[in-house]
């Protein structure tokens, strides 16, 4: 029966199986004649028996997601569609009952100042009633609570666009999250947020239910989110093209990690055709050569008008100074790390600890605001944007787990520290099938810590995976903790010697794997798509050949989530299109 159909169909078929598509489904998706072929092959197989467990809250999370991008749902998709999502958001509510308490309990002592007992009581209200809620109620957040760059970006909502590149973990996701849930209330204005990765989108989401209880003690249901008044907030991810139709203000972030923005930002500007409507774009720099970048620049408005080709834009400068509104009518602003700091941010964040554990050209981009130019990078940047993924896509891993990624087999890689930065430990998931890609399950950085101390952790990571090989580069510290780690793995651990040719046999192994788009990771750690950008060719100090450097110095750090990928990549042969033997192991 199942002759007539290849080893690849199969495998498709498994796999879709595996994240919990119907045979029904399976057999639409693959156009198979039957479903009757799925549940053989199924039995066969004993595929039930592969399902990883998972919380009920996991289960509906990827039912939601897989019917959510299915393109032409039908009527009784839509209504589980619609089940799952009420579902979804009690689990959520019960989820955050327990941190919603400890919030009511730091405001109390504010609550006993600001109003009665029979004052409380008015204010509990039922789901998503924002009735009674002035400028007023939401006036001592904004006077405690946000920072000088936080109410210069407020003060900026009389524009009607507003561009703004920003630092990492600068808190303007968390901002926007207010203004837009506030300007909601108020006014009653619809609302969208689109995000480069549906974990982002999220994040909007939870940030604006938080706000809600915390400070009316409000309750917040639905996705979207309709209030009592009618405002509307949709939340959305890449898949720009479910935003039309609606009309609001539109919050578009991580502009210049978005995959074809071009696309994005036509949908954006029907979405706010309005004059009512304002569009904010903010977002950590990456890259000249993303199509965001003349959109920054200007050069998309300069395109194709000959009396604006000369018309020059604000400097560096002025945008850092405040904000400033530009030619094209953006108003455009740059908010670095140090600004931020100096605005009151210092103190959650140590900017001189930062520089030591980055590399120069990663810190200046992910938090001074700086492009990379990648002609002078061996990586393309629209490929190295491609590896990254949502990991919730990932449903034979959850980090939760004691064994975070079951009996598949791993491969992991250790970069050393050097004066003043991280050692980087990395697992990747090794690929089975091949519509596989290698996997960046998780990462470790240390900083200040002894080799022993470094090997006692890899062996407890090594306790929680099948990890078949560790590669350890035994520069300095490098070789104790290479030494510590042979004693409890003899077999699978191998010491990196560096000279040129190991250098470029690393170096080259990971162009492979990234121009044949073979390894991926979670796309919201922009820091390993900066370590890659970092690598650039150069000449040998005896100027006889080629090799590869990072801003790799004592002061500023290197590329070592780059190096420690890597040196996990360098136990796959050169000629890896070889079927490779199974090193699966069982539980007995």
């Not at 498709?12 to 639409?28: C, D, G, N, W």
């Not at 689990?91 to 109003?115: C, P, S, Y």
């Not at 530009?326 to 908010?335: A, K, L, N, S």
């Not at 350890?472 to 191998?494: H, K, L, M, N, S």
């Amino acid at each position: 029966m199942s002759k007539r159909y290849s080893p690849e169909i199969k495998a498709a078929a498994r796999s879709l199986y595996l994240k919990r598509m119907t045979p029904q489904e399976i057999a639409r998706e693959l156009n198979l004649p039957s479903q009757r072929i799925i549940y053989y092959w199924a039995e066969k197989g004993n595929w039930q028996s592969q399902l990883s467990a998972e919380m009920v809250e996991d289960a509906i999370s990827r039912r939601i997601v897989l019917l959510t991008e299915r393109n032409g749902k039908t009527e009784m998709e839509m209504n589980e569609l619609d089940r799952l999502v009420g579902h979804h958001i009690k689990l959520i509510i019960q989820r955050d009952k327990h941190a919603e308490k400890m919030v009511q309990l730091q405001l109390e002592e504010t609550k006993q100042r600001n109003g009665t007992q029979e004052e409380k009581k008015e204010r509990k209200r039922r789901a998503n009633d924002v009735a009674g809620l002035t400028a007023d109620s939401f006036k001592e957040f904004v006077d405690k609570k946000l920072f000088g760059y936080q109410k210069i970006i407020r003060e900026a909502k009389k524009y009607r666009i507003r561009n703004i590149l920003k630092s990492r973990q600068v808190g303007l996701t968390w901002y926007f999250a207010f203004e837009a849930f506030e300007d909601a209330v108020i006014n009653g204005t619809n609302q969208a947020f689109l995000s480069a990765s549906r974990a982002q989108a999220e994040l909007f989401r939870a940030y604006i239910i938080r706000f809600a209880w915390e400070l009316f003690e409000l309750k917040l249901t639905g996705n979207p989110i309709t209030l009592s008044n009618g405002a509307q907030l949709t939340f959305l991810s890449t898949n720009a093209s479910t935003a039309q139709g609606s009309s609001a203000n539109i919050y578009v972030d991580e502009i210049f990690w978005i995959p074809d923005f071009t696309r994005v930002s036509n949908v954006v500007s029907a979405t706010a055709t309005h004059k009512k409507f304002r569009k904010t774009y903010f977002s950590t720099p990456s890259a000249k050569s993303h199509q965001a970048y003349p959109f920054w620049t200007g050069d998309t408005w300069r395109k194709g008008k000959k009396e604006r080709e000369n018309v020059l834009f604000p400097d560096e400068a002025q945008m850092r100074d405040g904000g400033v509104m530009c030619p094209d009518r953006q108003w455009r602003y740059i908010v670095t790390l140090e600004d931020a700091c100096k605005m009151g941010l210092e103190e959650h964040v140590d900017i001189n600890e930062l520089r030591e554990e980055n590399s120069e050209d990663a810190f200046n981009m992910l938090y001074m605001c700086q492009f990379v130019d990648d002609k002078d990078s061996v990586f393309s940047f629209a490929k190295v944007e491609s590896c990254g993924a949502d990991p919730a896509t990932w449903e034979d891993f959850d980090p939760a787990a004691a064994r975070p990624f079951g009996n598949r087999e791993t491969w992991a890689g250790y970069d050393p520290s050097r004066t003043g930065d991280n050692a980087t430990f990395v697992v990747l998931a090794v690929p089975v099938l091949a519509v596989e890609r290698y996997r960046v399950l998780q990462r470790w950085s240390w900083r200040g810590m002894s080799f022993r101390w470094q090997a006692e952790q890899i062996k407890n990571i090594k306790g929680q995976y099948h990890m078949t090989y560790i590669g350890i580069d035994v520069t300095g510290i490098g070789r104790g903790v290479y030494e510590q780690v042979e004693e409890f793995a003899p077999r699978e651990v191998r010491a990196i010697t560096y000279n040129v040719e190991t250098k470029n046999r690393l170096v080259l192994k990971m162009i492979d794997l990234v121009d044949g788009n073979r390894i991926e990771w979670d796309e919201g750690q922009l820091d390993i798509a900066a370590s890659f950008m970092t690598i650039r060719r150069t000449v040998t100090a005896s100027g006889n050949a080629m090799t590869f450097v990072a801003t790799r110095t004592e002061s500023t750090g290197h590329a070592d989530v780059f190096f420690a990928i890597a040196h996990a990549m360098d136990n796959e042969p050169l000629n890896y299109d070889k079927k490779r033997k199974s090193t699966w192991s069982f539980s007995h």
